[in-house]
């Protein structure tokens, strides 16, 4: 199936900064997901959106859902050390979980 | 804990080796999955099962098998491994296959096929 196309695909930043990743498909979603990869763990769930325009936050964690449903972009503020790891959006159509395409994730570096 | 457990963790192994990967969870979940994760393809899914019993074919079905006897344990086999199914591997269950419920991803299974 159609996977989602994710940028950048790896950031280098110092701590303290903001850093912004987004997601983008050809396909319409009717939800969109961010997940986090710790090293030796699975994803985890960040933010789940369910609805066109939604802006939604999570500490220092911002998600949007794209109004044409063919995107979402994940912002996070004030950077620190343990926000080093990998960052997946998925995409999802709805009914079951099959219908569920992942991006290839966003590698973040954090310099203290 | 609610959790989703794999093992092995690490599998180094040879061409044409029958082997069976485990995933078990606690959470008396419906869905399971199993992924395979390649460097630049994000996560593709393999096989999933509904429920007890029902299972089906995901993206990236062949060269492998599921079963799903038991509501908590869906293991991956692998009947014959080639090396192009070196890959990490993670299990994943949710309440049910829909989009509202989190699915709870396994800690993963680094593969390797020599």
């Known amino acids: 199936g159609q996977q989602l196309n994710q940028s950048p695909q790896s950031m280098f930043i110092q701590e303290g900064e903001d850093v912004s990743m987004n997601c983008t498909s050809s396909s319409i979603f009717n939800t969109w997901l961010w997940y986090k990869q710790d090293p030796g763990e699975g994803p985890v769930l960040l933010i789940a959106?369910?609805?066109?325009?939604e802006l939604t936050s999570n500490g220092r964690l911002t998600a949007q859902f794209g109004i044409t449903r063919k995107d979402s972009f994940l912002n996070i503020s004030a950077s620190i050390p343990s926000d080093v790891g990998i960052y997946f959006c998925?995409?999802?159509?709805?009914?079951?979980?099959?219908?569920?395409?992942f991006g290839a994730g966003t590698r973040l570096t954090v310099k203290p | 804990e609610a959790q989703v457990t794999q093992n092995p963790r690490y599998l180094i192994t040879v061409t044409g080796k029958k082997l069976t990967v485990t995933c078990s969870q606690n959470?008396?979940?419906?869905?399971m999955s199993w992924y395979r994760q390649d460097p630049g393809l994000g996560l593709r899914q393999i096989y999933y099962s509904m429920n007890v019993e029902v299972t089906d074919k995901g993206d990236v079905p062949e060269g492998y098998k599921v079963s799903r006897k038991e509501k908590r344990n869906f293991p991956l086999i692998l009947e014959s491994p080639s090396p192009n199914q070196t890959s990490l591997y993670f299990c994943?269950?949710?309440?049910?296959?829909?989009?509202?419920?989190?699915?709870?991803f396994g800690p993963g299974t680094r593969l390797t096929v020599l």
């Open positions: 959470m008396n979940h419906e869905y």
């Open positions: 998925a995409g999802h159509r709805g009914g079951n979980n099959n219908d569920m395409r």
């Open positions: 994943a269950s949710s309440r049910t296959g829909y989009s509202t419920d989190t699915q709870y």
């Open positions: 959106l369910y609805k066109a325009g």
